[in-house]
């Protein structure tokens, strides 16, 4: 028996991938990785597909380096667009469209370091607004909360925060330097423990290794996150990152193959970068990976909900809500 057959028959008895498991998939043949990988989401979580949208609800001066980002004030680039929080009508206004077309979770996104107290109390308002005129599900990323911010937050009728680890804990000083890793999982923890799931992935194409990526869903698994974001870098001219090459489709699909053998109840979520290849992530959806953003990102244009539809259901799946 090779390693996938072994590792995905080790899966489907309850057992877990390890990172010297994990390094050696990362060479295994492609199609028997993939095809492996697929088989192992279809037995545990079935043809559940998890599609989100998400707001700029905050846009830009950002005093953090994330090297990726158009947002940042430390680079130049084309994002010269800058606005303060949204208020309740405009956040409400982009729940009701997205509701109306069979989305069945928001996100709330906000450029900077966090919020301000003012700031939570003001977007918690426009929170338990739309959880009252929407059935949507709310989700918040706003930067590097306290537990007591979580807690209005999850007291406003949001479900979930979103806070990426971006990397590996030793690559992660190369992709920003204003915040630390340990920042980041203090938030994830500091969520939880307010009562609200958590999603963290990262970025793919900043000049890591797949031993960075493993590493970051290894980290990630260990926090007990089940909603695992793969944005694939678009790189941006004006940020450190514009001349990266990006990751081909290939590179992506064995990505989201080994993810899914590291954690395999989680909702493997393609999110920025999807449309730069040429199938929208179609094989992805083919080689373990059961969730999407959809609709634009925040500084680049991403995939309509209407295409993002047809397209889950040509490969089988269902729009529904999983991992909480």
């Known amino acids: 028996m090779n390693i996938v057959d072994e590792l995905k028959k080790k899966i489907l008895e309850g057992g877990q991938t390890d990172r010297e498991e994990a390094l050696l998939l990362a060479d295994a043949p492609l199609e028997e990785l993939t095809a492996a990988a697929n088989e192992i989401r279809g037995k545990i979580c079935g043809n559940g597909f998890d599609l989100c949208t998400i707001i700029n609800g905050k846009c830009g001066r950002c005093s953090e380096d994330c090297k990726y980002c158009a947002q940042s004030v430390h680079y130049h680039t084309a994002c010269s667009e800058t606005y303060p929080l949204l208020d309740t009508g405009q956040l409400l206004e982009g729940a009701k469209y997205n509701d109306a077309r069979g989305v069945l979770r928001y996100s709330i996104v906000t450029s900077g370091r966090k919020l301000s107290d003012k700031e939570v109390d003001q977007v918690c308002e426009s929170i338990r607004t739309i959880k009252k005129e929407t059935s949507i599900e709310v989700c918040v990323s706003f930067g590097l909360l306290k537990e007591e911010q979580f807690r209005k937050v999850k007291e406003a009728g949001a479900s979930r925060v ?141 995939i309509t909900v209407e295409t993002d539809m047809e397209l889950i259901k040509k490969l089988g799946f269902e729009a529904r809500l999983c991992n909480g």
């Open 162 to 302: 979103h806070c990426n680890l971006e990397s590996s804990r030793r690559y992660f000083p190369e992709v920003c330097t204003t915040h630390t890793y340990d920042e980041k999982i203090e938030t994830l923890k500091a969520a939880k423990r307010a009562g609200l799931s958590v999603c963290s992935g990262g970025i793919l194409g900043l000049g890591e290794t797949m031993e960075d990526r493993i590493d970051m869903v290894l980290t990630a698994r260990e926090l007990g996150v089940k909603s695992i974001p793969m944005n694939l870098l678009n790189p941006i001219p004006g940020t450190p990152y514009e001349h990266n090459r990006p990751l081909t489709a290939e590179e992506a699909c064995r990505c989201a193959a080994v993810f899914r053998f590291l954690i395999p109840d989680a909702s493997i979520r393609l999110a920025g970068g999807r449309g730069l290849l040429g199938d929208q992530g179609e094989a992805c959806f083919q080689s373990g990976a059961n969730a999407a953003i959809s609709g634009d990102m925040l500084t680049t244009a991403g």
